[in-house]
């Protein structure tokens, strides 16, 4: 639970991965969190026409260096979900798109 009351979940492939970070880039991605959901708090709820038929919550990418954070925001249960953590080795070079 945050301060904005938005609970925040992980998959728990997405947990794992966490864990495998340093305490340090933990709490800078816990604070960046924090600061989504208190966005996320601030924003009336979506009362109009939802664009999205399928009523799955699109998934937003937070990037920390060379790590991607996958989740997704419910205003209705006021939870943020973290679905995908990707960790880029720093020895892979990132692929150009053709």
Known sequence: MTDSFF????SSA???KLDQLTPE???RLRQ???EITELADLTPPNTGHVWIESGASPLLTLQLGRI??????SEDTRT???EHVVL???DT???RAS
């Open 7 to 10: 609970r925040v979940r992980a």
């Open 14 to 16: 997405a947990a794992d």
């Open 25 to 27: 880039t933990q709490d």
């Open 32 to 34: 960046m969190i924090e």
């Open 68 to 73: 991607f954070v996958r989740y997704s925001i």
């Open 80 to 82: 943020v979900t973290i």
């Open 88 to 90: 880029l080795d720093d």
């Open 93 to 95: 070079p990132l692929e």
